[in-house]
Every structure is written in structure tokens, then in C-alpha cells.
């Protein structure tokens, strides 16, 4: 395995300028990327920048994007930005495309369509350019050959944001890329919801800055009621908005939130919480919950259960890969005090479990996800009991 390597800081500024070269000197992308918030704000952001520049833009989506940030594929639909969401879309504008674009995405496992990408549009040698912050674990390059633009950032979406303005600076003629509303929204989004609303950013100054940043331009566009047609999107005029309607939670979401809550168990700093199948039935039967609902609770419980417990929070739960094939997922965030880096449990997960049954994760500092095959319950719970002891111990 090739891990990925951050990109120094010496040479960041002449990394960001072949970036901007990159997207100036092709005329038609394909976009792909692990499916949450951060990687289609990447996207997306991007995307709406190159289209507004004359060039061909599709996005490998196969959707939906369940949770309070479904509005981004709304500003995608709006926008009629293509998406290509099974391999005959792939198939079909294959021809259209001379360049990839893999955004927030540790390795090729975790893009949808992969085998897809890869037959039609790999195989012809097309260019790739990958964004990403992902480090450790079993991160690497989607493309060994592709031009990497990796750093130690708090979401990929601020990678993005350095990207869009490096393109405007080597181009006099090009538009100011953080006068459109949507390129606004869409960075914002994946920059806060990725960082907890800050809470779990691991460069709080890089956050701050873009926070502003962003934010104040969109501010300004709302105070001068410039909004133009994005009539889809949430009437966001801050960051603030974006993050109050991220964590906001209806009653049948605070319901399940409040039950689930009582069903942690923590020790030692460290608590866990399942998720399972019986689990989820219960308490969706019992208030009725829609999947973009399950989401946000699981997204709330996920941040709730370290800050409970005070120092690690894990979470397990039965879902499908971005493959589309069962496994179990194992959560782990850090509480906002702690300073342990989550990435280090690695070892510890893969030796609670038997060769071969760990298929992979990563994260960062702060969050870390992995993916394990789909075994009998009752061996995938002795398992995480082992796991759990171990990290009782180590923390």
C-alpha cells in the first residue's frame, strides 16, 4: 500500500498553482468522492465554479445524501449539474470527460462506481487530480500517478476554497469564484459539518479563517438581498444559520436522541453505544422515524456519546458500503477536551477482530471509521467487547 504523504508546506503554493492548471487545461471533468456533506461540498463548489466557465462538468453520484444536508444535491438538481449514478451513465459521457477529480476520499474503496470509473474512464489514461485529508490508517491515493493536493486540513472543502482562488489568481479574466451563493453555501456546509461546527476541528485557526471568510461574502450577498435564482437552497445568511439548522432536531429526532441516550454505557472515559439492528427497529417503530431521520440521530449520537463519556465515544451499527455491500461500521470520535489522536486505535481494532474480518477505515485525529465484514452478531459483539476492554485500558 502507498500511504498518502501530506504535501509540504514549502511547497503548498506551487502545489495549488499545477491545481489551477489542472482544471484551466481540460474542458471536461468527472467528479467522485466518498458520499457525505464534505466531499459533495467539494464537489459541488468546484463543479458550479467550472461550469460557470464554459466547461463540461458530471458528478458520480449515486445518491440520495441522507440527513439535513440533502439540500446540497437540491443546489446540484438546480444547477443541472449531471450526475452519473449507475455505470451506463458512466458509460454514456465517458466521451464528454478528459480529466477526474476525487475529492475527501481516503482510498479507491470508498468511491461509488469505482470499477465503473475505472473500466471507462481510467483505462483511457485520463488525468486525475485528487484533494483530500486523509491520513493514516489505510488512506491512499485513488490514482498512485494522479496529481495529489493532500494537507492536514479541516475538511477538504478548505482545500477547495484555496483551490477556487488559486484559479482566480492565475486567471485575470476569471470570476471572483466566491461571488455565487452556492459555491458559498456548499464550502460552508462541508467545512461544518465535517468539524462538528468547530468543535472537533483540528486547526481551529484555519476554521476561523474560513469561517469569516466565507461567511462574511455570503452575508453580504443576503444583506444586499443578491440571492440570485437559488431559490432550493436554505436562505442561509451566515455560518451560524448553517450550523443551527445542521444540529437542529425535530421532536421525533429529540425523542430518539433522549432514549438513545440512556442506553450508553461509559467507563473509564470511554463509551459505547449499539446500534444494531434491533436497536434501530425499536426505536424507529416506535416514533416513526425516516431514514433522513435515523441519520440525524446518528450523527448527534455520534458527537453526544464522547462528551457523555469524556473522553472517547464508539458507536456500531449494520449499513452498506459505497459499494453497496452489508458490513458493520465502528465509530469513534473524541471528546472536544481530549487530545487523542483516534487514528492510533488501528492496531487495536484489528487485533480485537480475526484476520481478514477488519476491511479497512480511517479518518482523522478526532474521528475515525471502519468497516468490518459481515460476521455472525454475536462474534462481531464479542469482538467489540475485547475492543472496548482495550481501550478502557489504553485511555
Known amino acids: 500500500m502507498i500511504s498518502k504523504l501530506a504535501v509540504s508546506s514549502e511547497a503548498w503554493g506551487p502545489a495549488l498553482s499545477q491545481s489551477a492548471s489542472f482544471l484551466r487545461g481540460h474542458s471536461g471533468f468527472v467528479f467522485c468522492g466518498y458520499p457525505d456533506a464534505d466531499a459533495l461540498g467539494s464537489m459541488l463548489s468546484l463543479a458550479l465554479y467550472l461550469k460557470e466557465l464554459g466547461k463540461r462538468v458530471y458528478i458520480v453520484w449515486p445518491g440520495p445524501l441522507i440527513g439535513k444536508t440533502d439540500f446540497l444535491e437540491d443546489i446540484l438538481r438546480h444547477n443541472r449539474v449531471p450526475l452519473l449514478g449507475t455505470a451506463e451513465r458512466i458509460r454514456e459521457y465517458s466521451e464528454k470527460v478528459d480529466a477526474l477529480v476525487v475529492c475527501d476520499t481516503a482510498n479507491r474503496k470508498l468511491v461509488p462506481l469505482y470499477k465503473e470509473l475505472k473500466q471507462h474512464i481510467l483505462a483511457k489514461e485520463t488525468p486525475v487530480l485528487e484533494i483530500d485529508h486523509h491520513f493514516g490508517t489505510d488512506s491512499e491515493p485513488v490514482h498512485p500517478d494522479g496529481l495529489h493536493l493532500f494537507r492536514e486540513a479541516n475538511s477538504t472543502t478548505e ?13 485575470s479574466e476569471a470570476p471572483d469564484p466566491f461571488k455565487r451563493r452556492n459555491i458559498l453555501v456548499s464550502l460552508l456546509t462541508g467545512l461544518i459539518a465535517d468539524t462538528g461546527g468547530g468543535n472537533v476541528s483540528i486547526r481551529p485557526e ?3 479563517f474560513w469561517v469569516k471568510r466565507l461567511g462574511d461574502r455570503l452575508t453580504e450577498k443576503t444583506r444586499r438581498g ?3 435564482t437559488d431559490q432550493d437552497v436554505p436562505h ?15 421532536d421525533s429526532e429529540r425523542q430518539g436522541v433522549e432514549r438513545l441516550q440512556e442506553e450508553i454505557v461509559h467507563e473509564n472515559g470511554v463509551g459505547v453505544l449499539n446500534l444494531l439492528d434491533a436497536t434501530r427497529s425499536r426505536v424507529e417503530a416506535s416514533l416513526q422515524l425516516s431514514a433522513a431521520a ?5 450523527e448527534t449520537m455520534a458527537n453526544a456519546i464522547p462528551e457523555v463519556a469524556g473522553r472517547v465515544g464508539m458507536v456500531y451499527f449494520h449499513d452498506k458500503t459505497a459499494e453497496g455491500e452489508d458490513c458493520y461500521f465502528i465509530k469513534l470520535r473524541r471528546a472536544q477536551e481530549s487530545a487523542i489522536d483516534l487514528r492510533e486505535t488501528e492496531s487495536d481494532i484489528r487485533s480485537a477482530f480475526e484476520d481478514g474480518a477488519v476491511l479497512g477505515g480511517g479518518g482523522h485525529p478526532n474521528a475515525v471509521s471502519y468497516r468490518v465484514r459481515l460476521i455472525p452478531e454475536d462474534q462481531f459483539l464479542k469482538s467489540v467487547e475485547k475492543l472496548t476492554k482495550t481501550l478502557r485500558e489504553s485511555f
Open 159 to 171: 482545500i477547495a476554497a484555496e483551490v477556487l482562488e488559486a484559479y482566480a489568481k492565475a486567471d
Open 206 to 208: 484555519d476554521y476561523d
Open 226 to 228: 443578491r440571492v440570485d
Open 236 to 250: 442561509f445568511s451566515s455560518p451560524e444559520d448553517i450550523k443551527e439548522f445542521l444540529v437542529k432536531l425535530s
Open 294 to 298: 435515523w441519520a440525524q440521530i446518528l
